[in-house]
């Protein structure tokens, strides 16, 4: 009988699989990355505990196009400054990807708010542009233009924040205890320009980051980097504390229901 490709892989299998992939070569991706000083407010808001808000209320935004040989993706992240145990890092609130391969993995393994999404990043000249889209609305655009080269910073390890979990079967909660994660990258960058521009969010009921607004603008930057990222269970978390922000993760029908905040254009 010929070998049946669902059917269960032998022993040896499973680990020149494993380390096939732990000997993956540096993959490289261009993209815009934006910094500003938000709500303060609106960030403690968005944060579960154990989570909580660092000594300024920073939010980022990392557009990037990735060099994935004949499989070319388009990587978004949407994150605000968090700190844990006395680690600073950032957590994520949507993370953007335009390929299903890359979504499943980042959110089975390591619990990221991966959503499929229209993620770009174009230049033209001196000219840049980059946006995040989903739904038809591109609810993050950061434009700009090339002002000069920065000094390429030193490799650095850097925390991002995720919440493991499965939704119950019967809806009331989660199978098991949703865990914390800290996802630690070694990134290293091998080029690096200041970008002159502006950031600009736009208001989508399911991609609200318009509620995180930018009050003061700190740095656009261009740059050629790439990282490794492993991650670690912390600890154990309140399923109860946790329950009233797990919609951030799904485009959650109720909120059809949510409005923009009052004053928002």
């Excluded at 630690?184 to 002159?196: C, S």
Aim: hydrophobic share 40%; with cysteine; proline share 9%.
């Amino acid at each position: 009988m010929a070998r049946v490709r669902y059917g269960a892989r032998t022993e040896a299998e499973i680990a020149a699989a494993r380390t096939a992939g732990a000997r993956l070569p540096d993959i490289w991706s261009t993209g815009v990355v934006a910094v500003w000083e938000t709500d303060p407010d609106a960030v403690a808001a968005v944060l579960p505990p154990p989570l909580k808000p660092t000594g300024r209320p920073l939010a980022r935004v990392a557009i990037s196009k990735v060099d994935l040989p004949g499989y070319p993706l388009g990587a978004g992240s949407f994150a605000v400054a968090a700190a844990h145990d006395g680690v600073d890092g950032w957590y994520p609130l949507v993370m953007p990807m335009t390929h299903e391969r890359a979504l499943i993995g980042g959110r089975e393994v390591f619990g990221e708010p991966k959503k499929l999404g229209e993620v770009a990043v174009e230049r033209e000249g001196r000219d840049i542009r980059a946006r995040l889209a989903r739904h038809g609305i591109a609810f993050v655009e950061v434009r700009g233009t090339v002002a000069g080269e920065l000094p390429p910073p030193e490799p650095a390890q850097k925390t991002d924040f995720y919440f493991k979990f499965l939704p119950a079967v019967d809806g009331s909660g989660f199978d098991g205890d949703p865990v914390l994660v800290h996802c630690l990258r070694n990134e290293k960058v091998r080029r690096l320009q200041r970008i002159t521009g502006e950031v600009v969010l736009r208001e989508s009921r399911y991609d609200p980051v318009a509620d995180l607004p930018v009050r003061r603008l700190l740095e656009i930057t261009l740059g050629e980097k790439t990282s490794d990222q492993r991650g670690k269970v912390v600890e154990r978390v309140d399923a109860r504390a946790l329950l009233p922000y797990v919609h951030q993760r799904y485009d959650d029908p109720a909120q059809v229901l949510d409005g923009p905040p009052e004053g928002s254009a």
